[in-house]
T-cell receptor, first 110, second 111 residues
């Protein structure tokens, strides 16, 4: 079992819909990262959070440390949000070692 | 401009021919790391470095070497590449405990 699990694996939605991608982890962590990988392959770091909530534009990331769960939300989704979203966690006792989820492929239809 | 630069972006080569993928960052980051990305397996860490002359194995280090002689450079070396090392490779860097900056990726095909 992967130590970082994402759901869903694939998600197709209509433009404008509210999107939620979930990440659950079984290891102790100091913080959790959300990454975005566009069809061209480049990877961008969206958020790094260790508690509560962070917001950037239409993207919101939340984390519940006790429940070992994080969510990435996209409001008013747009076709340009189509990408693979990856959560990643540095190990609690090994911040230098990174564990990745397998990603959620999001496709927003116009 | 702050960036992580990988070279080459694409490479097709043959089994056994030594190759090096370079990675350079201009942000004075201590931490650098190499990942490979394969369909169905996601990103996996190959090697990482906490600082100059400090490197450590990630989850899939077999068949790879790295060095960190200077803070800005972290090359990935495949001494004797094999077809199972065909993959998309990413280099990343950060200040310790901060979000990572990723390079654009290197697509390697080993025939």
């Amino acid at each position: 079992k992967n130590e970082v699990e994402q759901s869903p694996q694939n998600l197709t939605a209509q433009e404008g819909e509210f999107i939620t991608i979930n990440c659950s982890y079984s290891v102790g962590i100091s913080a959790l990262h959300w990454l975005q990988q566009h069809p061209g392959g480049g990877i961008v770091s969206l958020f790094m959070l260790s508690s509560g909530k962070k917001k950037h534009g239409r993207l919101i990331a939340t984390i519940n440390i006790q429940e070992k769960h994080s969510s990435l939300h996209i409001t008013a989704s747009h076709p340009r949000d189509s990408a693979v979203y990856i959560c990643a966690a540095p190990h609690m006792n090994r911040d230098d070692k990174i564990i990745f989820g397998k990603g959620t492929r999001l496709h927003i239809l116009p | 401009e702050a960036q992580v630069t990988q070279n080459p972006r694409y490479l097709i080569t043959v089994t056994g021919k030594k190759l090096t993928v370079t990675c350079s960052q201009n942000m004075n980051h201590e931490y650098m790391s190499w990942y490979r990305q394969d369909p169905g397996l996601g990103l996996r860490q190959i090697y990482y470095s906490m600082n100059v002359e400090v490197t450590d194995k990630g989850d899939v280090p077999e068949g790879y070497k790295v060095s960190r002689k200077e803070k800005r450079n972290f090359p990935l070396i495949l001494e004797s590449p094999s077809p199972n090392q065909t993959s998309l490779y990413f280099c990343a860097s950060s200040f310790f405990g901060q979000p990572q900056h990723f390079g654009d990726g290197t697509r390697l095909s080993i025939l």
